[in-house]
């Protein structure tokens, strides 16, 4: 995407029509899309533009990929018309169970179960399937009032203290706002000069699914390995695949690409390994996809005209399935902030939408890099005094409760 900050661009000096917008956002993702529709949907005339067809990410067969959605990322599904679209029923995650252990060795009794009950009769949230997401948002994007998409289009963008500019193609916009949901490598975001500063993990997620034998009954797992953290996320079944789930499976770089490039056969014996019997026999549905992880956190959330959000703004470790709904949170204060007021870009209120966000966003961002630094570990210390916090936690209702509404989003 070319953009343009500095002086009057000459296409800004031509007689024509300019289309004028109350917001443009750049990136039709799952936390752009729904953005851009949440706030059409409030009332505001919104301008979306992505380099990308959106059309061929509808692919028709399941892959694999799933996205953790808390409860209270569905509000804003909601409100942007999405969530009764999804052509695909979410799981509930209905409890999670969080173990540790070793490789080839049964899981620490000394372990974490937490029951969606003991807060509420709501699910913690849903395992929802990302080719999911995306059919919904196209379908709403094509019949939505005050929405304009150009896509696939480039945006050739000029920002200053009274407007934002944008040529897409032959056809000339301008709006009060833009704001960057192009993800972790946003060219807004570089084009602004705000900084950022990243944390390896040397870690590398495999992803993929898995057809078994015994139901999940709506539980998650999240067992902590020396190599990173495997996780088990229920799925909706089908008619060829009653029993679904997702599995995020982490280890070190270099292990990771052997484990992904391995044929099936090995490939299953290494994850039966990590999952044990619980879900009886397994085979392997849809295709694996390769993930390096690594965080990543903006100096800040705003500069002249421009706001950012999602991953272009944040990106933490998938150790607790947070990344897409924080990104959803930063949706939701972004519409509540901006309803009904006259000027969408002024400074103030991107300020205030800075100071809702990025201090939660931080505080999430450390808590979950903290907690693969403390797993990803063999030392025999940390790992007796992590058994026992794990322990201690489960004794602890007050406690666990308040991680049960953190994981819920509330």
């Not at 990136?27 to 953005?35: E, F, H, N, S």
């Not at 009060?176 to 602004?192: D, I, K, T, Y």
Request: glycine share 8%.
């Amino acid at each position: 995407m070319r953009i343009r900050l500095r002086g009057a661009p000459a296409w800004a000096q031509k007689d024509g029509m300019t289309h004028t917008h109350d917001i443009a956002i750049i990136g039709a993702g799952p936390v752009g899309g729904t953005l851009a529709l949440a706030l059409a949907a409030r009332g505001h005339k919104v301008l979306l533009v992505d380099k990308a067809n959106l059309s061929p990410m509808e692919d028709p067969a399941f892959d694999g990929r799933a996205y953790a959605i808390a409860a209270g990322s569905r509000l804003v599904m909601e409100e942007a018309g999405i969530w009764n679209e999804l052509p695909f029923a979410p799981c509930p995650i209905l409890d999670i169970d969080v173990t540790d252990g070793k490789l080839g060795r049964p899981p620490s009794p000394l372990k974490l179960h937490f029951d969606h009950r003991d807060v509420g009769d709501e699910p913690f949230g849903w395992i929802v399937e990302a080719r999911s997401i995306r059919v919904a948002i196209n379908r709403r994007l094509q019949r939505a009032d005050n929405l304009t998409l150009r896509a696939p289009a480039e945006a050739l963008i000029t920002r200053n203290a009274n407007e934002v500019r944008l040529r897409v193609g032959t056809e000339d916009f301008s709006a009060q706002l833009v704001v960057a949901a192009e993800g972790r490598q946003s060219p807004l975001r570089e084009a602004a000069r705000i900084g950022t500063t990243r944390l390896p993990y040397h870690q590398t997620a495999v992803i993929f699914a898995i057809a078994h034998e015994q139901p999940h009954n709506g539980v998650a797992l999240e067992h902590f390995l020396p190599g990173g953290p495997f996780a088990v996320l229920p799925m909706t079944g089908t008619p060829e695949h009653p029993h679904l789930s997702a599995i995020v499976f982490t280890e070190r770089d270099r292990l990771a690409r052997r484990l992904y490039e391995m044929p099936d056969a090995p490939f299953l014996r290494e994850v039966a390994i990590r999952l044990g019997e619980r879900l009886g026999q397994i085979s392997l549905v849809g295709r694996r996809w390769l993930y390096p992880l690594n965080a990543m956190y903006a100096a800040r959330y705003y500069d002249t005209r421009l706001v950012l959000v999602g991953d272009a703004a944040h990106g933490v470790h998938p150790i607790a399935g947070q990344g897409l709904n924080l990104g959803y949170q930063d949706a939701i204060a972004l519409v509540d902030l901006l309803d009904g007021v006259p000027d969408p870009g002024a400074p103030d209120l991107l300020a205030r939408y800075q100071a809702a966000r990025r201090p939660v966003n931080m505080a999430m961002l450390m808590g979950m890099d903290t907690l693969d630094r403390l797993f990803s570990t063999n030392h025999p210390a940390i790992r007796l005094a992590r058994d026992l916090g794990l322990a201690a936690v489960e004794r602890m209702p007050r406690l666990k409760k308040r991680f049960m509404r953190t994981a819920m989003g509330q």
